[in-house]
């Protein structure tokens, strides 16, 4: 999809948006689409693209998943997770209706803000400040969006880790088919493992540069990653590009938690994700960062995830 395709998707939507970058290189910001960021280079669009989502709204009936690069609250399921406030699974309607404000502009950078109010599994309410500060370098045909992702707590109560967790979870969406790979440094075996049943232990090579992830599957798998895994690559040999996904050290306040989709009356006790796959038989996948939760939210907390992701065709 080129450029202008998309803009025009956001037109007849009637969708804001806000671009970061000129009509060659950049970053589009969708304000009335969850926020979302669509990264294009040379005029092409690398990021998965979902027409529907701009034409229909989501509803706990079904989820229109709009692509791009999204911020989500963590952890996603158990007791204290955000999308089973309801009898099944649900994406956040404050999330996905929520009206993002551009706060500040210039040519290669913007901060984009939302107030998004959160309903964990026990029925809990956390109203939330979510911004995305969101920067773009171009070197040698290599573009680099660099994403500083902050969640605010903005509620008047403390609450301790047994009655909230919250930390920021950043899901980067690409189209992917039969050729299309993860790649992954080299680390231990132990340092990469499945949320989901079954394994995709078949799907992983191990070779001397590190894994490779097969995304030719017919189940959907999500693997977590631990801090000692520093990056994992999108490699799409058929659309011609690779992504390549860091994130910085979190602060000492912080500590990394289980971000799993699990059954909402589990307790959060999986092992911390920091960086974490998923992929699915229908030619989907993400490449993602969890940033980390504080011992207790205050009001005012912060909760922050820096991440970068360079973008190369070849």
Known sequence: MKLLDLV???????????????????????????????????GQVLSRVNPEAFQRFSSRQEYVNPGGDGLWPAPEGSRLGYEYSTAGWRVPPGLCHARWQ????????????AEIDLINSEGRGLPCLFSRD?????????????????????GRE???????LLAPWSLCQFDCDEQSSLKLPACPASEIWDLYEPSSDSLRKQGPEGWTV???????????????VPS????????????????SPLSPDLKYI?????????????????????????????????????ARLEPGTKSVLEHKTEFVKF
């Open 8 to 42: 025009l998707l956001f037109e007849r939507g009637k969708r804001r948006y806000h671009i970061v970058g000129d009509q060659n290189n950049g970053v589009l910001i969708g304000l009335d689409l969850e926020g979302r960021l669509f990264t294009y280079l040379e």
């Open 102 to 113: 551009l706060q500040k502009k210039c040519a290669n950078s913007a901060l984009v803000a």
């Open 134 to 154: 969101i920067k773009f370098e171009l070197h040698n045909s290599k573009l680099t969006l660099l994403v500083n992702e902050c969640i605010e707590y903005l």
């Open 158 to 164: 403390g609450l301790g880790q047994n009655l909230a």
């Open 214 to 228: 097969s995304m030719k599957t017919d189940f959907r798998f999500q693997l977590g990653l631990s801090s000692l």
């Open 232 to 247: 994992l690559e999108f490699v799409n040999p058929t659309a011609g590009f690779s992504a390549t996904r860091s994130a």
């Open 258 to 294: 289980d971000i799993a989709d699990q059954d909402p009356s589990n307790e959060p006790e999986g092992r911390p994700v920091c960086l974490s796959a998923y992929c699915d038989p229908s030619g989907f996948m993400e490449i993602e960062a969890a940033g980390g939760c504080p």
